[in-house]
């Protein structure tokens, strides 16, 4: 997670909330999404799937751990994030990275593979902080809220027999985003899943028709 369409800037410590604490100081987190169950469940679907050359793209890089490991087995990698906290950590952690709302900022057919660990947790609006984190984690009150743009757009950035990724849980109704990727004429297919306590997390494919 870690990708998110307001693409103010915003100093270090502005949380956009007022007087109000970040969810960061009241969760005792980062500001940063950190990797965790999904994330490193996404990144090891998704090594299996690229070659040394491969040209792919971690949308919500957030701290860069899934470019980082697409890296590691021999991809050329590049986040993108519209957090300048997050942009900041990537680079940090050694991973080329782009400001910038979803795919937006790249050209038509770049990419082998798109990888994306969405904000997929449903969240009412009124439930919701006005930070940095609470955009990295927030899917809105269906746990799509940048889902669907994604599956909106990313076509375009796919290379010929490109494919992308995604990382959803039992939340988020996996069946549901299968038939919306549908009307953007894209094909999914299921390729691994995790039980955890209150989910299942779940990585789809999304690959033209």
């Known amino acids: 997670m870690g990708e998110d369409t307001d693409g103010r800037d915003a100093a270090d410590g502005d949380n956009g909330a ?36 491969d040209t792919v793209l971690d949308v919500g890089t957030g701290s860069g751990y899934v470019a980082a490991t697409l890296a590691d ?19 940090d952690n050694g991973v080329p990275v782009v400001r910038g709302d979803l795919v937006e ?3 038509t057919d ?29 899917g809105g009150d269906d746990g799509r809220r940048l889902v669907d743009p994604f599956l909106e757009t990313v076509e375009r950035v796919l290379a010929p027999a490109g494919e992308a990724l995604m990382l ?25 899943s995790e039980k955890h306590p209150y989910e299942a997390l779940v990585v789809l494919r999304f690959y033209r028709e």
Not at 110 to 122: S, T
């Open 18 to 53: 007022g007087n109000r604490p970040s969810l960061a100081d009241q969760r005792g987190v980062e500001s940063v999404y950190q990797p965790a169950e999904d994330s490193d469940l996404l990144a090891r679907t998704a090594r299996e799937r690229v070659d040394a050359g």
């Open 73 to 91: 087995a021999g991809a050329r990698a590049v986040g993108v994030d519209v957090s300048p906290l997050a942009c900041r950590e990537a680079a």
């Open 105 to 107: 900022p790249f050209r």
């Open 110 to 138: 770049a990419f082998d593979l798109v990888a994306f660990n969405p904000p997929y947790l449903p969240t009412p609006s009124e439930q919701e902080w006005d930070d940095w984190m609470e955009h990295a984690l927030s």
């Open 168 to 192: 959803v849980s039992s939340l988020t109704d996996p069946e549901a985003v299968r038939e919306y990727a549908g009307e953007y004429g894209l094909a999914s297919e299921q390729l691994a």
